[in-house]
């Protein structure tokens, strides 16, 4: 059964940084694309960025140039480096792999909880 297991949430002050990772098992399996989603308190989940085979990035404009995603395939293990974090950035955030076969099937973790506040 494919699982797929977030780390890294905790509670962080504004302006500092978190690193999200997200691990797939079982190991091995190749994956299209990897994104981070997150939802905020009495809010819609949203998508926060996401990379593709080919290492290409996408970024939400409210997280660009203050989050990096990557992933390592030899790890099976997709990451979120979020810098200069803000208040409103607090979410609970999922991950989502998209399998390469069969076509349209994804997996979503189970959330790992990120808090900004003074």
């Known amino acids: 059964q494919v699982q797929l297991v977030e780390s890294g949430g905790g509670l962080v002050q504004p302006g500092e940084s978190l690193k999200l990772s997200c691990t797939a098992s079982?190991?091995?399996?190749?994956?299209?694309?990897m994104g981070w989603y997150r939802q905020p308190p009495g809010k819609e989940r949203e998508w926060v960025a996401d990379?593709?085979?080919?290492?290409?990035?996408n970024y939400a404009a409210s997280v660009r140039g203050r989050f990096a995603i990557s992933r390592d395939n030899t790890k099976d293990t997709m990451y979120l480096q979020m810098y200069n974090l803000r208040p409103e950035d607090t979410a609970v955030y999922y991950c989502?792999?998209?399998?390469?076969?069969?076509?349209?099937?994804?997996?979503w973790g189970q959330g790992t909880q990120v808090t900004v506040s003074s």
């Open positions: 079982p190991s091995g399996l190749s994956w299209d694309s």
């Open positions: 989502k792999a998209v399998a390469i076969f069969p076509p349209g099937t994804f997996f």
């Open positions: 990379i593709d085979r080919s290492a290409t990035e």
